[in-house]
């Protein structure tokens, strides 16, 4: 989660939400940088590692615990756990924030194997004597205090002009470190009990290779002491306490100067994490030109000083306790007896006369270092004017009032500030609320002009809904008469239906008649014939009798005068035989015509019949036809209803 070329002791957490909250508390340009998430929107501030000075400012301003720091906790319990000889350097604010627990603690430390413990307010009274002494022999005024690590970092990385007004003697804990190398002669690993998350920037400045190898701190010791319930007996540290022991109140190295040298000289006294820094950038000029009328500038961090470090539980600074607690050791060290360096009886020529005397054994040089000018790896450029109003120009800020908002929203104290992040990839423009306000704006506009359209379309769209309407409401008068007439032509393919059955049974009829017709015709033919025979028989008979009779007339006439009258009769049989067969001639030749006639209708019969049948068979076709009409039109009437109900329900719903 964090960039750079190393690893930052202050990282984001998963909590951030990008409120640009630890961009406006940050003193280092470039420290916090805006990081895009899944979406350009979803914008997180992450810590750029090499610029940060882990002054843990972010950490204090950060309300959604999105801020934490690493230190070497973890590490220095594995060592000890592996076996390895580690001593402890210990702040001296470690006893004043935790009077009660500091026995058991440093017991509880003791029965996992640390060696030593030794005080770091000793290291501050070498560091002490180191000042006063390089002031003397270099003439050494005007320059900067170097105790805090974060400001070290900061004036390398952004203030390298400044580098050669840092003190060049090393902090209470190196002092005390080199102390315990070369003089006490010590090979363990050191672990410093530390109130401060910079102090690992100290620890691993190739300046101080090897000194120390663990920054311990505060909160993270007293969380892993918790929750892994370490104590022991009653242990303390192994010397005794200087007036170095104040070292960690605001102002502690110079009330530790005045004790020396007392109270005409003057020294500049400058703390708070965006003040101090400001103030620097501000002074840099008198500073470095030796400008000002200090001995020198006793620059901290933290507001409350180390006590309240960066490392500190923050809840351990809602009261005054540790404070307190240092007084009273304060107290305690100047209450020594005469020829002591922390006597307050002696005066302050008398009591640098002790500390030289005390410390005459060590070497000045020993207790010196060096610092590294940073800024060619952290620099950032400033734009042009041309440069800067592009940037401007793509902000929308195209006049001088809004180039001069300066609303500190984005983080950064000035408009001005926000274009060189911008420019410098520190940052990007969707941060800054005066654009945020005119895409807002924009929009708005956009929305307005939208609205309107919507309007203007509702307003037509009434218009053509209204129309609608109209023509459903008109639509559905012309399906009430559309339903009206199905109903009609359902009840008119009923009629229809039952009529063609009605005929389907007449036809049938006349085709049984036709049927029986040609039955009769059948007999009346075989009648005829029969005629036709008794015809034969009595044209038989005629000509039997006429031959009777002209037997008759032949025995007539030979019997003359008596047979005269049965000549007559003969004669009367010979005229009826004539006429029956004459009659039976004339029925034989009416019987042919009536037989003809007989069989043209029965052949007519036929063919009206076959007629007949396919007009029945086409009727019944037609019958059914109707049924199947009928059946369509009642569901087409079902339709139109269903489409009725539907065209009223969207009438009423309009």
């Known amino acids: ?180 190398r070369k003089v006490l002669g010590l090979k363990d690993k050191l672990a410093f009990i530390s109130p401060c998350i910079a102090k690992k920037l100290e620890i691993e400045d190739p300046n ?72 620097l950038q501000k002074n840099k000029k008198h500073i470095k030109d030796n400008q000002t009328p200090f001995v020198f500038i006793d620059a901290l961090n933290c507001e409350n000083g180390c006590i309240c470090g960066t490392a500190v539980d923050s809840k351990m600074s809602e009261t005054d306790d540790a404070l307190y607690n240092l007084i009273r050791i304060k107290e305690k060290s100047k209450k020594n007896k005469r020829g002591d360096a922390w006597s307050r009886p002696d005066s302050p020529a008398k009591r640098l006369a002790n500390l030289n005397k005390q410390f005459k054994k060590l070497n000045l040089e020993d207790y010196l270092r060096k610092y590294t000018d940073r800024s060619k790896t952290v620099c950032y450029k400033e734009p042009s004017e041309t440069q800067r109003d ?43 609320i005066h654009y945020q306000k005119g895409l807002v704006q924009q929009e708005v506009k956009i929305a307005e002009r939208l609205t309107q359209e919507v309007e203007q379309k509702r307003a037509e769209e ?35 239906a039952n009529d063609s059955i009605n005929i389907a049974g007449k036809v049938s009829g006349v085709v049984n008649f036709t049927e029986q017709l040609n039955e009769s015709m059948e007999k009346i033919r075989s009648m005829i014939d029969q005629l036709g025979n008794d015809s034969r028989k009595v044209v038989e008979i005629a000509n039997n009798t006429n031959l009777l009779s002209l037997n008759a007339s032949i025995e007539a006439a030979r019997a003359g005068e008596a047979g005269r009258g049965f000549a007559v009769v003969a004669s009367e049989i010979s005229s009826l035989a004539t006429n029956s067969r004459e009659t039976a001639n004339n029925s034989t030749s009416n019987q042919a015509n009536i037989d003809k006639a007989v069989v043209e209708i029965m052949s007519e019969s036929e063919k009206l019949a076959t007629e007949i049948d396919e007009i029945n068979k086409m009727t019944q076709n037609l019958a059914a036809s109707t049924e199947e009409m009928s059946t369509s039109t009642v569901h087409i009437q079902e339709t139109i209803v269903r489409v009725k109900n539907v065209l009223e329900d969207l009438i009423k719903m309009s």
Request: with cysteine.
């Open 390 to 432: 592009e940037i401007y120009k793509s902000m929308g800020k195209l006049t001088k009032a809004s180039k001069q908002i300066d609303c500190t929203c984005c983080g950064y104290d000035t408009c001005r500030d926000m274009s060189t992040a911008i420019f410098n990839g520190f940052n990007v423009k969707e941060n800054c």
């Open 1 to 180: 989660m964090n960039n750079g070329s190393f690893e930052s002791l202050v990282y984001t957490t998963d909590q951030c939400i990008g409120c640009n909250k630890c961009v406006n508390a940050c003193p280092a340009m470039g420290a916090c940088m805006s990081v895009e998430g899944q979406t350009n929107e979803d914008r997180t501030i992450h810590v750029n590692s090499e610029y940060c000075v882990s002054c843990g400012a972010c950490i204090d301003a950060c309300k959604h615990g999105a801020r934490k720091f690493t230190d070497d906790t973890d590490k220095f319990f594995e060592g000890l756990k592996k076996g390895e000889k580690i001593s402890l350097l210990i702040a001296p604010a470690f006893l004043a924030n935790y009077p009660r627990e500091y026995g058991s603690v440093l017991g509880g430390l003791k029965k996992l194997g640390v060696n030593r413990i030794i005080s770091i307010s000793f290291g501050a009274d070498i560091t002490t004597w180191g000042y006063l002494n390089y002031i003397q022999k270099y003439n050494f005024v005007g320059g900067i205090s170097q105790p805090c690590p974060a400001v070290v970092r900061y004036i390398e990385n952004y203030t390298p002009e400044l580098i050669p007004k840092l003190f060049p003697v090393q902090s209470p804990l190196m002092c005390g470190a080199i102390y315990c």
């Open 208 to 279: 101080n290779a090897g000194l120390v190898q663990y920054n311990v701190t505060f909160e993270h010791l007293m969380d892993y002491v918790k929750a892994n319930k370490i104590s022991g007996p009653d242990a303390s540290d192994e010397i005794e306490y200087g007036l170095g022991s104040i070292y960690p109140t605001p102002g502690g190295l110079k009330e530790n100067v005045y004790w020396f040298l007392g109270d005409d000289v003057a020294v500049r006294q400058i703390e708070g994490e965006k003040r101090m820094y400001e103030w």
């Open 462 to 496: 009434t218009e053509v809904h209204n129309r609608l309407v109209n023509a459903i409401a008109d639509i559905n008068s012309k399906f009430e008469e559309i339903n009206e007439a199905i109903a009609g032509i359902v009840a008119g393919n009923d009629s229809n």
